[in-house]
């Protein structure tokens, strides 16, 4: 009896040894699992950290990448602004340079029209003026000289009218007398003056000889001076 309390209390202490060993070993294996554990989750920690690190790098990223496609859109939105502006103005101070230049051109035309005009009624006018004169060179037998002189005979009458107009039409109001009214040859210092006026007219044997004309026997001759000293 002795013999088996002895065998059932070693095999007792064996038991409780096993159970200890295994209980440490469960500990042991616990450990582990909680180091494998808190790796595992502070790796994890790590990846989500370092995710949310690239997330939000990626989305800075995208926010500064859309800023800036805003800002180019604003700024191309201003250009293209400007631009349409700078066009228009373009495009209106064309339109009014062309609007200057037509014109202009209409004006330049209607005066060259004008002057064209006035050529050809000038043209047309010395044309019939020289087919005149022709035909009074023909009448003078071809004596360019004499018809030039038939000529001026023909506006002797408007010439002459001419010079009477011209004294006729001076106004003198009064004359003032300075001397004692007498001039040297008899005459009155009045009718000196109206003579001398009158001298101022070419006589009309003069004109005839300006014309390189004679004056006409009927109408008279010119007086000679006589310039025979009396010894």
């Known amino acids: 009896r002795v013999n088996v309390s002895k065998s059932n209390s070693e095999a007792i202490k064996g038991e409780n ?12 294996r616990r450990e582990r699992e909680a180091e494998s554990l808190k790796r595992a989750t ?5 990846q989500a950290a370092k995710a949310m ?14 800023a800036s496609l805003e800002k180019a859109k604003l700024e191309a939105d201003v250009i293209v602004k400007t631009e349409v502006e700078k066009r228009k103005v373009e495009l209106e101070a064309e339109a009014e340079a062309e609007q200057i230049r037509r014109k202009a051109k209409g004006e330049a035309d209607a005066i060259l029209m004008k002057m064209q005009a006035e050529a050809d009624g000038m043209q047309a006018m010395l044309t019939k003026q020289a087919e005149g004169f022709a035909k ?9 000289t004499a018809a ?4 001026i005979a023909d506006k002797m009458e408007e010439l002459v009218r001419i010079q009477v107009e011209a004294v006729k039409n001076l106004q ?5 007398v300075w001397d004692g009214g007498n001039g040297a040859d008899g005459k009155t210092t009045t009718a000196n003056f109206v003579s001398g006026l009158m001298k101022t007219v070419p006589p009309l044997n003069e004109i005839f000889d300006m014309a390189g004309m004679e004056l006409p026997e009927y109408l ?5 001076k006589n310039d025979t000293v009396s010894e």
Do not use: C, F, H, P
């Not at 040894?17 to 042991?28: G, L, T, V």
């Not at 030039?148 to 000529?151: D, E, I, Q, T």
């Not at 008279?220 to 000679?224: F, N, T």
């Open 42 to 46: 502070a790796a994890e920690n790590i």
């Open 220 to 224: 008279g001759k010119k007086a000679e």
């Open 136 to 144: 009074v060179v023909e009448a003078a037998g071809g004596d360019a």
């Open 172 to 176: 003198i109001d009064k004359i003032t």
């Open 17 to 28: 040894e096993a159970k200890a060993q295994i209980a440490e070993s469960d500990a042991i």
């Open 53 to 66: 690190e690239e997330s939000y790098g990626a989305q800075k990223s995208a926010e500064m990448e859309r």
């Open 148 to 151: 030039v002189r038939l000529m």
